[in-house]
């Protein structure tokens, strides 16, 4: 049981726009900001958005993020089928003292 | 461009220690706070804990009892001890550096640089 909350599953087609929302609460994301992780099958998570809607250099404009009260979206536009992966919120949590992630969604592009 | 790798055994008994270490290059291992996370195979990502560079810990409280950490930071290394292995510790095992951005007078923190991982078994 992951401390923060995300759906299993996401789809959409080329094209569209997708959301993935992370709902935490008042000692991570409420608190702290959302984290966001790419993981594509058999590699490492890498960082896609930090600081709740900050994109490191080289992440597409497509993807961008937002922070309201405990709970953080990912959204993703123009998607494209590259952009099939495994998508991970994470934030630090003041009661740990350390990290905590959401189980994970499954973006599927059809 | 700072990378990070991790090095250890693949495979590891039942009942036995896992030792992994993380090397650190095209930075230093200094000001940082840097943690290990693991993730089971089909399954997420789980903090393990951080070490600073003064040695200074905190470890997830569902593994504290069976971890360890340290730090060489002549050698740019930091290391895990997890013992009492179980086959519910296999897992890829990745480490991380935690970088942190101030904002509004408060520090947001985030993992941005990862190693590739290491996969490590558990079984007999």
């Known amino acids: 049981q992951s401390v923060l909350s995300q759906p299993p599953s996401a789809s959409g087609t080329p094209g569209q726009r997708v959301t993935i929302s992370c709902s935490g609460s008042?000692?991570?994301?409420?608190?702290?900001?959302a984290t966001w992780y790419q993981q594509l099958p058999g590699t490492a998570p890498k960082l896609l958005l930090y600081?709740?809607?900050q994109r490191p250099s080289g992440v597409p404009d497509r993807f961008s993020g937002s922070k309201s009260g405990p709970s953080a979206s990912l959204a993703i536009s123009g998607l494209q089928s590259e952009d099939e992966a495994d998508y991970y919120c994470?934030?630090?949590?003041?009661?740990?003292?350390?990290?905590?992630f959401g189980g994970g969604t499954k973006l599927t592009v059809l | 461009q700072v990378q990070l790798q991790e090095s250890g055994p693949g495979l590891v008994k039942p009942s036995e220690t896992l030792s992994l270490t993380c090397t650190v290059s095209?930075?230093?291992?200094?000001?940082?706070?840097w943690s290990w996370i693991r993730q089971p195979p089909g399954k997420g990502l789980e903090w393990i804990g951080y070490?600073?560079?003064?040695?200074?810990?905190n470890y997830s409280p569902s593994l504290k009892s069976r971890v360890s950490m340290s730090v060489d930071t002549s050698k740019n290394q930091f290391s895990l001890r997890l013992t009492s292995l179980t086959a519910a510790d296999t897992a890829v095992y990745y480490c991380?550096?935690?970088?942190?951005?101030?904002?509004?007078?408060?520090?947001?923190?985030?993992?941005?640089?990862w190693g590739k991982g290491t996969t490590v078994t558990v079984s007999s």
């Open positions: 991380a550096r935690q970088e942190q951005e101030l904002v509004r007078f408060r520090y947001f923190y985030f993992l941005d640089v």
């Open positions: 095209g930075g230093s291992i200094s000001s940082y706070y």
């Open positions: 070490i600073y560079q003064s040695g200074t810990t």
């Open positions: 008042s000692s991570n994301i409420g608190i702290n900001s």
């Open positions: 600081s709740n809607d």
């Open positions: 994470a934030a630090w949590d003041d009661s740990l003292s350390g990290w905590v």
